[in-house]
């Protein structure tokens, strides 16, 4: 739904109700205008959001008493939830059927905070929860997002990933460093890498999660195509075990949502709530340069020699390289990537050990 309260100025076209409805239900139109929906082209044809904009609705307070003084995060009354429930029915939202609303999204007039810096005063891009459940048409509704009326789709596409699947933010909450950034959607890639009506993939595995990834066990020459073309993350770790830490093989290309991207392998610890604690994070980048400027927050928030081969030529990831297959806490874990290479149609060649 679409509000406004009074100390706002309005910063896109009151009756773009389309493009609105385009960046809430992740769709995007690129330089050819082709209409693409990023939903279905990240999950393969299996997620297709459908949602309805209504309003615009005058909410009963100014903009500074929703912000709280900390960038919409409190306690205050959902208003705009009472604005909508004459104007749409809720039930048809539960779609699996427990009782509550799947998305409830307010798209405020003027700019986040995330844009203006200004916490006290604007509201911040967000998933939040409301101080207890409300019923609206038999539905409870507990959690919301908040995005400005001028939101790109990646900030939808990273709000709505908190809010309906459950993803966890993946880059430095408390600031102290980069998380992953540009190189998915949960952290800097929301803003597209550069280019913010553009949203990058998340991480590791579509958004039907991480469980799509094949687990590896031989040893093998192995050929890893583009994930866009064939929905294909691999998983290795010690004899193929169900760990909670592990590695992640996935090959993207420079095309679609990853256009402003430059294989990859990714160090994932189920175990580990975020990002927040480096270098043991959730999930990391393994920087083929070897810099961890990414653990660092130091300069480069994701370049071409984040990835194998890469800009250095880095063709090997094994217990004695830098980066190293290693564990956290130092033992090998007989993971062996050896001889990576790019192939003239986008695939990547590789030798692999894990025994």
Not at 82 to 91: E, K, L, Q, V
Not at 123 to 137: E, G, I, N, R, Y
Not at 254 to 263: K, V
Not at 265 to 276: E, F, L, T
Request: hydrophobic share 35%; aromatic share 8%; with cysteine.
């Amino acid at each position: 739904m679409r509000c406004g309260a009074s100390g706002l100025r309005r910063t896109a076209d009151g009756k773009d109700c389309g493009r609105l409805q385009d960046a809430l239900l992740l769709c995007w139109c690129h330089a050819y205008e082709e209409r693409t929906e990023y939903s279905r082209d990240v999950s393969s044809d299996k997620v297709d959001p459908e949602g309805e904009v209504v309003g615009p609705f005058r909410m009963p307070h100014p903009i500074t008493y929703y912000a709280n003084g900390n960038a919409g995060m409190s306690t205050n009354p959902p208003n705009a939830l009472a604005a909508a429930d004459s104007h749409i029915n809720f039930r048809p939202y539960d779609n699996d059927g427990n009782g509550f609303l799947d998305a409830f999204i307010v798209v405020h007039a003027g700019r986040g905070a995330e844009q203006t810096g200004d916490r006290v005063r604007n509201l911040w891009s967000l998933k939040w929860v409301l101080p207890q459940d409300t019923v609206a048409d038999g539905v409870k509704v507990c959690a919301f997002l908040t995005v400005p009326e001028d939101v790109k789709i990646g900030v939808c596409a990273h709000e709505l990933g908190n809010l309906v699947f459950g993803w966890p933010d993946l880059y430095g909450t408390d600031g102290s460093s980069r998380g992953i950034d540009r190189w998915c959607l949960m952290a800097g890639g929301s803003w597209g890498a550069g280019e913010p009506r553009l949203a990058i993939h998340r991480h590791g595995a579509k958004p039907t999660g991480v469980g799509l990834a094949s687990t590896m066990r031989q040893r093998t020459v192995f050929v890893l195509r583009d994930v866009k073309k064939i929905n294909e993350v691999h998983r290795l770790w010690t004899n193929g075990g169900a760990s909670k830490g592990y590695f992640l093989l996935k090959n993207r290309q420079l095309e679609g949502s990853d256009a402003s991207l430059p294989g990859e392998v990714w160090h994932i610890n189920d175990n580990i709530a975020n990002n927040s604690n480096e270098p043991l994070y959730k999930a990391g980048l393994e920087q083929a340069d070897g810099l961890r400027q990414l653990e660092m927050n130091s300069a480069g928030s994701g370049d071409p020699g984040d990835p194998f081969s890469g800009s250095t030529n880095n063709r090997n990831f094994t217990a004695a390289t830098k980066p190293n297959s290693r564990a956290h806490d130092g033992h090998d874990t007989k993971v062996r990537v050896t001889n990576i290479t790019a192939l003239p149609n986008d695939d990547m060649r590789m030798n692999i050990r894990v025994t």
